[in-house]
C-alpha cells in the first residue's frame, strides 16, 4: 500500500525557470494538501485541493504559483520563474473523503534548490 | 492573529527517560489537534491525534492531553529512545473549507535522545 509519493525529491533550477512538483496521494484519497517548509520552520499551508477543485489557496503567493488535481494523474504545484526564495522543500499530504481531512499522510518532500 | 506555537525548540533527554513537549495555541475555535514526527529529509510522520471533547488519549508510548482551559497540548513519550531523536510538530484544524480540516502547524520542538 503505497503512501502519499512525490517527485522528484531534489530539484535544482536557475533563477526564471519554472518548477514543477508532482503529488501522488494515497489511492482513493481524493483531498491533497501542499506545504512550503523552510530550514529551521514549521510547514505553512499552500493550497487545498479536491478533485479537479482549489477548496483553499489563503496560502499561495498571489503570483508564479499555481495547483491543480486533475481527475486524472497527480496533484501539481507549479512555480513559474523561480527565484531564490523559492529554494524550500514542499510537502504534500493526502485523505481520504470520510475522514474529512483529519487523517493527512505526508509525502517525503520535493527540496527545490533555486541557483 | 490565531496561531500555534511550541514553549521550547529544542529538548535534550537521556534514553529512557519520559519527554514531554508542549504546545500552545490560541484559536478557541479548534477542536482537533495532532501530533507529528519529523526525521531529518523526510515528511511529517503522524503520531496520535486529539478531538476538543477529550482530555487524553494514549497510543504506543505516547500520551496527548488537552487543557481546553488553558489552550494548551502536551505530548508525551514514555521511555525515550534515539530513534525519537525528531523534530515534533503540533498542529491544529486551521479552517473547514469545503467541510475539512487544514492542518496548521507551529514552529516545531527538536527532541533530542543520548544514549
Known amino acids: 500500500n503505497a503512501g502519499v509519493m512525490q517527485n522528484p525529491r531534489h530539484l535544482v533550477r536557475r533563477r526564471g525557470q519554472e518548477a514543477r512538483l508532482r503529488c501522488s496521494p494515497v489511492?482513493?484519497?481524493?483531498?491533497v494538501y501542499w506545504y512550503r517548509q523552510l530550514p529551521e520552520e514549521g510547514l505553512k499551508f499552500m493550497v487545498y485541493l479536491q478533485k479537479e477543485n482549489i477548496i483553499d489557496e489563503s496560502g499561495m503567493p498571489k503570483e508564479r504559483f499555481s495547483a491543480e488535481f486533475p481527475k486524472e494523474g497527480p496533484s501539481i504545484l507549479r512555480i513559474q520563474q523561480v527565484v531564490r526564495g523559492d529554494s524550500a522543500a514542499y510537502f504534500c499530504?493526502?485523505?481520504?473523503?470520510?475522514?474529512?481531512?483529519?487523517?493527512?499522510?505526508f509525502g517525503q518532500g520535493t527540496r527545490l534548490t533555486v541557483v | 492573529g490565531e496561531s500555534v506555537g511550541l514553549h521550547l525548540p529544542t529538548l535534550s533527554v537521556q534514553e529512557g527517560d519520559n519527554s514531554i513537549i508542549n504546545c500552545a495555541y490560541s484559536?478557541?475555535?479548534?477542536?482537533?489537534f495532532i501530533w507529528y514526527k519529523q526525521e531529518s529529509g523526510k515528511g511529517p510522520q503522524f503520531i496520535i491525534d486529539i478531538r476538543s471533547n477529550m482530555d487524553k488519549r494514549q497510543g504506543q508510548r505516547v500520551t496527548v492531553l488537552l487543557n481546553k482551559t488553558v489552550k494548551h497540548l502536551s505530548l508525551q513519550i514514555a521511555a525515550t529512545q534515539p530513534g525519537d531523536s525528531a523534530v515534533y510538530f503540533c498542529?491544529?484544524?486551521?479552517?473547514?473549507?469545503?467541510?475539512?480540516?487544514?492542518?496548521?502547524f507551529g514552529r516545531g520542538t527538536s527532541l533530542i535522545v543520548h544514549p
Open positions: 484559536n478557541s475555535a479548534s477542536d482537533y
Open positions: 498542529a491544529e484544524n486551521g479552517g473547514r473549507s469545503g467541510g475539512s480540516y487544514i492542518p496548521t
Open positions: 499530504a493526502s485523505s481520504p473523503p470520510q475522514t474529512g481531512g483529519t487523517e493527512a499522510f
Open positions: 489511492k482513493g484519497h481524493s483531498h
